[in-house]
């Protein structure tokens, strides 16, 4: 939702809140399964998603042409899903297919665009990557833009130093407008909460939520969220409640859970399994399923232990 709370480190224009990176189904020919894509997007935005953060790294977006993703997000907002609580990872390693993917978002009115730095050249420098950067921005010329910078150095292995995000907040004022942050470490998070704050600071696991709202951030986009969404939102909702504390631990207790197996194999084990849908379990090449003896495992933990359920409807 796009907000003009006083909620820390939110600011009008720029989203906030429970961000869901979608997962993204695949039928048995690893074609993408539209109508179970969308039925998803519309049960998260159901139970407590704010936005909705299609073609990250959840959604196997790398394993998606620039096709597959320009059809979806049309088939998105013709399916009735509101634009403005849209955020599609628009990244790649070419800057003529980013280009292409963040004019249809602005085209097609989505709130911004989530865009991975150009990741196969490693060791490049800032002023390379500025340069990506200010010519995708100057070559779409469109003043509706607005660009959420993903910094996810674990996978990307290129990322946004401090001084970088200053220079392109500097030089693009209110199209440079957030940063979600896949570092996992809590002090760069900080950092650059500290630095810029009313730029719009998302961690990547709600493992940071509590901490992170209590020091000025947006909310979160977190792979979890994708079968968690009402307990987090719970958490976004009651940061300055007496049992904020409480129910921080236990969506980092469930997080934990989860991201002890892979991460992605693991949320669609666990949307098959509370949905009754097996279907949801197969993820493309060169990923493989989770093994049914570790997705056994992992609902044993979460029930048992934590006693946790997701919604099915």
């Excluded at 674990?154 to 946004?160: E, K, N």
Aim: aromatic content about 8%; glycine content about 8%; some cysteine.
């Amino acid at each position: 939702m796009q907000t003009t709370t006083s909620q820390p480190g939110v600011n009008s224009g720029t989203l906030a809140g429970v961000i869901a990176p979608v997962l993204t189904p695949f039928d048995s020919r690893f074609e993408v399964d539209t109508p179970r894509f969308l039925a998803h997007c519309r049960w998260l935005l159901a139970h407590g998603c704010s936005a909705l953060a299609p073609f990250g790294t959840t959604s196997e977006a790398t394993s998606l042409s620039t096709a597959e993703r320009r059809r979806l997000l049309e088939e998105m907002v013709q399916g009735g899903i509101d634009p403005a609580l849209l955020l599609p990872g628009t990244g790649t390693c070419s800057l003529a297919e980013t280009l292409d993917l963040t004019r249809q978002a602005v085209e097609l009115g989505c709130a911004g665009v989530l865009t991975l730095p150009p990741f196969y050249y490693k060791s490049v420098s800032d002023e390379g990557l500025f340069a990506y950067f200010s010519s995708l921005i100057d070559k779409l010329g469109d003043d509706r833009l607005r660009v959420y910078l993903y910094h996810i150095p674990p996978i990307a292995q290129v990322g946004f130093s401090l001084p970088l995000v200053s220079r392109l907040i500097e030089a693009y004022p209110g199209i440079v407008v957030g940063l979600k942050d896949s570092s996992g470490d809590w002090s760069n998070t900080r950092a650059m909460i500290e630095a810029h704050p009313d730029f719009a600071v998302f961690p990547g696991s709600e493992a940071f939520l509590l901490d992170g709202l209590r020091s000025g951030m947006s909310g979160c986009i977190s792979a979890t969220v994708n079968v968690n969404p009402g307990a987090i939102r719970e958490v976004f909702d009651s940061w300055q409640a007496p049992e904020a504390d409480e129910l921080q631990a236990g969506i980092t207790a469930a997080r934990k859970a989860v991201q002890s197996y892979p991460l992605v194999q693991a949320l669609k084990y666990l949307l098959a399994h509370y949905l009754g849908d097996p279907e949801w379990r197969r993820t493309r090449p060169p990923f493989q399923d989770l093994p049914e003896e570790q997705g056994q495992a992992l609902v044993a933990a979460l029930e048992g232990e934590l006693g946790f359920r997701m919604a099915a409807e």
